[in-house]
């Protein structure tokens, strides 16, 4: 079963058609090839994780998605939207989100606060039309707080909303980021390596509250992660790079059972 085969079984027919859609990309770094055709499709709901070894291009394919890379050739389309004709900085206005391994909130701002930067390519005027207490804006940043608070409680953040970072379990705090991604209301979002420094316990946890919120929300998500159990309990499918290339793709089970992605990637480990 391929990628754009394996469909959760709580989608509905409308819903088949891909959302992002990830076609024979190609880039290269001084004469070395970094991607060398993968292609992937992620319909609104579905969970892709993406795996492949050290140096198997992950982080670049990532990056071309979100912008950071232009790729040398291929396509890559959210909706009907040509992401590789959109500025990185306007990525956010197509429906993208994105984490990062590390966590990368504002220190001297709260909780609340920093969540509330996830909705700023929401706003029309921006953070100099807010300073000067314009009406329009002072209505629009209600609204914006009301939903910050509603996200803060949804993922169990109500009681720190008014805390700072510094000193927060680094479980909370990559729930913080979440919370922040979920304020842009996104299409895509794109977790990269969510389960970096967290203990089993609080992966599983994240695991099942992202595969819930894609479900309830209906956006896709794109999951680049080395911790497995996360990787094969949160996907509905999963695509394994490894040279730039897609050699496997499908379900978990399937995935890890492939006798190419234990050799490259999982060893002996079942």
């Known amino acids: 079963m391929t990628a754009t085969e394996a469909m959760p079984a709580s989608q509905s027919p409308a819903s088949h058609e891909a959302l992002l859609r990830v076609s024979d990309i190609r880039l290269s770094f001084g004469g070395v090839k970094a991607l060398d055709g993968p292609s992937l499709q992620i319909r609104k709901g579905e969970v892709c994780g993406l795996i492949g070894p050290n140096g198997a291009g992950k982080t670049t394919l990532f990056n071309c998605i979100s912008r950071l890379y232009q790729p040398d050739s291929g396509s890559i389309t959210l909706g009907d939207v040509d992401l590789l004709h959109v500025r990185?900085?306007?990525?956010?206005?197509?429906?993208?989100?994105?984490?990062?391994?590390?966590?990368?909130?504002?220190?001297?701002?709260?909780?609340?606060?920093?969540?509330m930067t996830g909705a700023y390519h929401r706003t029309r005027a921006g953070f100099w039309a807010?300073?000067?207490?314009?009406?329009?804006?002072?209505?629009?940043?209600?609204?914006?707080?009301?939903?910050a608070r509603e996200i803060l409680d949804e993922l169990g953040l109500a009681s720190v909303s008014s805390s700072y970072p510094a000193g927060l379990p680094y479980g909370t705090l990559k729930r913080v980021e979440l919370a922040r991604a979920l304020m842009s209301e996104p299409q895509l979002l794109m977790l990269d390596e969510p389960a970096n420094g967290l203990i089993h316990e609080e992966v599983m946890e994240l695991a099942a509250l992202i595969k819930r919120l894609s479900r309830e929300r209906s956006f896709a998500v794109l999951l680049v992660?080395?911790?497995?159990?996360?990787?094969?309990?949160?996907?509905?499918?999963?695509?394994?790079?490894n040279f730039g290339r897609v050699i496997a793709e499908g379900l978990p089970a399937d995935v890890r059972a492939n006798p190419a992605?234990?050799?490259?990637?999982?060893?002996?480990?079942?």
Do not use: C
């Open 225 to 241: 992660e080395h911790h497995m159990a996360m990787v094969m309990s949160v996907s509905d499918f999963v695509v394994v790079l």
């Open 130 to 147: 807010s300073g000067l207490g314009l009406p329009k804006v002072r209505s629009q940043e209600v609204r914006e707080l009301e939903k």
């Open 88 to 115: 990185t900085d306007q990525i956010s206005r197509h429906g993208i989100a994105r984490t990062f391994q590390n966590v990368g909130l504002f220190p001297s701002m709260t909780v609340l606060e920093n969540v």
């Open 261 to 270: 992605v234990i050799e490259a990637y999982l060893g002996g480990e079942q």
